[in-house]
């Protein structure tokens, strides 16, 4: 019998499995709120019986992510944890510091199947998605480790979200609980490179969290050719999409964009990505790209970088620079795994 995942059960779920167990359903909400708290034993719930505990112990297990490296920034107070999996799999989560609190960056899966070009994530494939549970553990993971409050998640770690889309949902909405860590959904953002069936079915669940789209490219020819999937959803499916979207949540959507030295960034760009978004309620977010070592794309010039961002501005949108943080620790997504499995590997690292 596999041991049941317990961390990523509500507490209708807890209640029925206590139920089953013979034991009260009032009980469901003291575990719940000592699972989201962050416990990584049963024997820490102190208000439960010894035997109850020891019973829960036989039947599941709770998922944890246990702290394998963490690398501060000496530029800001950007703090990267690597997590190794209960199966000696890698992921990355980013703690960033803003004005406003504490934003985390969680990843979704172990590796990616999109293979963007310019992504370290999915260099070698994806492996498996996370449970809800290995997602709300990086959080708790984080905050105890770290003794702060987190405000903000972002789901823009490694892996797409929407490729996994039940876990997804599952963490959204146990994240959110009142019981537990009580992240307001406002203040989650959930990134997708443009996976359109998941588009649709998270405008069916409603949620009023923040949609971001990594758009990238204007043009199908310059999009083919940096991300895949471009070829299964073009642009217009993957904006028709969005539009879907936002007739049903009503909310912005936030398009991401990533200069590339030479690749997007030139004025017809521009112009062209004005034109495609035109009717979508949006916000552009210029990312200026992250070299990655094993592809040859660079940032542009701080001058190219601004100039595209005010064009847009004087084509009427809303666009922002993104700020970099991190950049002394290589805090975007899958470079440190990458770099940790090549020394499991014996690999020689500089
Ligand atoms: N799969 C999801 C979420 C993970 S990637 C998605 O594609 O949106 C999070 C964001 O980082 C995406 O916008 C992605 O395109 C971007 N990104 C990945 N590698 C990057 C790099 N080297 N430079 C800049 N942005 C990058």
Redesign the pocket.
């Known amino acids: 019998m596999s041991l049941t995942d317990i961390k990523s059960l509500d507490t209708d779920e807890l209640g029925s499995l206590l139920l089953e167990m013979g034991e009260p359903s009032y009980r469901a909400k003291q575990i719940f709120v000592w699972l989201q708290s962050g416990v990584t034993s049963f024997d820490e719930m102190t208000n439960i019986s010894k035997d109850l505990r020891k019973r829960l112990g036989e039947i599941s297990y709770i998922a944890g992510a246990e702290i394998y490296r963490k690398f501060e920034s000496r530029l800001d107070e950007t703090v990267k944890y690597v997590f190794r999996l209960y199966d000696g799999e890698f992921i990355e989560t980013v703690l960033m510091k803003y004005k406003h609190g504490y934003s985390i960056c969680i990843s979704?899966q172990v590796g990616?199947n999109?293979g963007?070009r310019?992504?370290?994530?999915g260099l070698f494939g994806k492996t498996r998605d996370l449970t809800a549970s290995e997602m709300l553990s990086q959080i708790t993971a984080v905050q105890k480790d770290a003794g702060i409050r987190i405000s903000n998640v972002v789901?823009?770690?490694?892996?797409?979200?929407l490729e996994n889309f039940d876990n997804s949902v599952k963490f959204l909405k146990l994240v959110s609980s009142g019981d537990g860590l009580n992240i307001g959904l406002r203040h989650i953002s959930l990134?997708?490179?443009?996976y359109v069936t998941g588009i649709d079915k998270l405008a069916a669940v409603d949620l009023p969290i923040t949609l971001?789209?990594?758009l990238?490219a204007p043009f199908d020819d310059i999009r083919d050719k940096i991300m895949p999937v471009n070829k299964k959803w073009n642009i217009e499916a993957l904006l028709a999409a969005c539009k879907r979207y936002q007739q049903v949540t009503t909310r912005r959507i936030s398009f991401?964009y990533?200069l590339i030295s030479g690749v997007n960034d030139n004025r017809v760009c521009a112009e062209q990505l004005a034109k495609i978004t035109r009717g979508i309620m949006c916000h552009i977010n210029l990312?200026?790209?992250?070299?990655?070592i094993e592809n040859s794309?660079s940032k542009p010039d701080d001058k190219t970088i601004n100039n595209f961002k005010d064009l847009l501005i004087s084509f009427g949108l809303t666009a922002t620079v993104r700020r970099t943080l991190g950049a002394d620790i290589e805090a975007?997504?899958?470079q440190l795994r990458k770099k940790i499995r090549e020394e499991s590997n014996g690999a020689i690292i500089q």
């Open positions: 979704t990616c999109m963007c310019f992504c370290a994530s789901m823009m770690g490694m892996g797409e979200p990134s997708t490179c443009g971001s789209v990594s990238h991401e990533a990312i200026p790209a992250n070299p990655v794309f975007s997504c899958g």
